[in-house]
Nanobody, 119 residues
Framework: VQLVESGGGMVQPGGSLRLSCAAS????????MSWVRQAPGKGPEWVSG????????YYVDSVKGRFTMYRDNAKNTLYLQMNSLKPEDTALYYC?????????????WGQGAQVTVSS
């Protein structure tokens, strides 16, 4: 299993970024997937999750209405579109494979993509 994130960077408050996660080594279209972030000095925070078909997505309250998670199963790729970014969104963002029917428990993580929101 390999998960490789890309698309991180530095952006001003109010800006946008899109993260991508290229998945390989497993049947991507069969798994729930999640995005998790870890801010400096804090523990991991689950951000969003998506079911295999992509029709259902879930978000932590702090990003609802600003972040959109989606997937392209034909390309084995997961995305996180982040709009109206705030300084408190600064973190290392990971994509992770989630185990079914476990409340988003995750077994494989990528290496992370840094997102920095600063003026």
């Amino acid at each position: 299993v390999q998960l490789v994130e890309s698309g991180g960077g530095m952006v001003q408050p109010g800006g946008s970024l899109r993260l991508s996660c290229a998945a390989s080594g497993f049947t991507f279209s069969s798994y729930d997937m999640s995005w998790v972030r870890q801010a400096p000095g804090k523990g991991p925070e689950w951000v969003s999750g998506i079911y295999p078909g992509g029709g259902s997505t879930y978000y932590v309250d702090s990003v609802k209405g600003r972040f959109t998670m989606y997937r392209d199963n034909a390309k084995n790729t997961l995305y996180l579109q982040m709009n109206s970014l705030k300084p408190e969104d600064t973190a290392l963002y990971y994509c992770a494979r989630a185990l079914p029917a476990t409340g988003w428990a995750m077994d494989y993580w990528g290496q992370g993509a840094q997102v920095t929101v600063s003026s």
